[in-house]
């Protein structure tokens, strides 16, 4: 797991992102839901997903922007605030054991286990779209927007 320069506190610290420089990725609210193939990016580059990843950990967000990107960030409040879910790490590593459960359910209990490291090693959380089906790709955008604080 990245070393964490502290512990990671919801009311006091910001989720980072790593994305393109131009844009952040907009989610697909109505897009397969299994946290599984998010985690594990199944479908690779460009595939839909309801989920935005975000970490506790700069140096991963650093990481996953690459060299021409940019680093987003967002707290959970902001998040909840504009009625999008957050899906914590702790969460996500507990739906992730076994064959997962609920929407980390999956048939292999190798590629839960890989989904699990993946979170834990990246310090990853999530937000949650899928409760915006009924909104515009263009809202959608505008939404990620309303949530993402520009950064470097």
Excluded: C
Excluded at 53 to 60: A, G, I, L, P, R
Excluded at 90 to 109: M, P, T
């Amino acid at each position: 797991m990245a070393e964490l320069r502290h512990k990671w506190k919801a009311s006091r610290d910001p989720l980072l992102r790593g994305d393109d420089r131009k844009s952040p990725a907009s989610p697909v609210p109505d897009a397969d839901r299994s946290l599984v193939r998010h985690i594990l990016y199944l479908g690779g580059k460009g595939r839909e997903s309801p989920y935005l990843s975000f970490t506790e950990d700069e140096m991963v967000a650093r990481r996953f922007a690459g060299k021409d990107g940019k680093i987003y960030s967002t707290t959970v409040k902001k998040l909840k605030t504009n009625e999008v879910a957050h899906i914590s790490r702790r969460e996500l590593v507990q739906l992730l054991r076994g064959k997962g459960k609920g929407r980390a359910a999956w048939q292999s209990a190798y590629e839960v286990m890989q989904a699990r490291r993946y979170v834990e090693e990246h310090a990853e959380h999530l937000g949650d779209f899928s409760g915006f089906k009924e909104h515009s790709n263009n809202e959608i955008v505008e939404l990620v927007e309303k949530v993402l604080d520009e950064g470097s």
